[in-house]
């Protein structure tokens, strides 16, 4: 059974980091492009960062450019995201997706979800 299981968030200071994990298990993954999305409380499902399933593009909202990185260790069925400057507005559960073979940015694009994990950035 495929399965997306996230690690990594928790509770950490503007200006901090957080490195989130999302480990592929039930398949192997290295066809799918990977990436993340958040939701915080109240609002909708926002794309944060992909990468094709090649490695070899990644993609980024504008609003983590330059301090979020996406990457992915394809051997381990794994795919990171380091998040550097957090900001309180960084808050939100974040969520890993994938999708065969194509890239993705919006959430109705996704064929596999994770569970979540809560991100909390205080000011």
């Known amino acids: 059974q495929e399965q997306l299981v996230e690690s990594g968030g928790g509770l950490v200071q503007a200006g901090g980091s957080l490195r989130l994990s999302c480990a592929a298990s039930g398949r192997t993954f290295s066809s799918a492009s990977m990436g993340w999305f958040r939701q915080a409380p109240g609002k909708e499902r926002e794309f944060v960062a992909a990468l094709r399933w090649s490695g070899r593009l990644t993609y980024y909202a504008d609003s983590v450019k330059g301090r979020f990185t996406i990457s992915r260790d394809n051997a381990k069925n794994t795919v990171y995201l380091q998040m550097n400057s957090l900001k309180p507005e960084d808050t939100a559960v974040y969520f890993c997706?994938?999708?065969?073979?194509?890239?993705?940015?919006?959430?109705?694009?996704?064929?596999?979800w994770g569970q979540g994990t809560q991100v909390t950035v205080s000011s």
């Open positions: 997706a994938a999708r065969l073979r194509l890239d993705f940015s919006a959430p109705d694009e996704i064929d596999y």
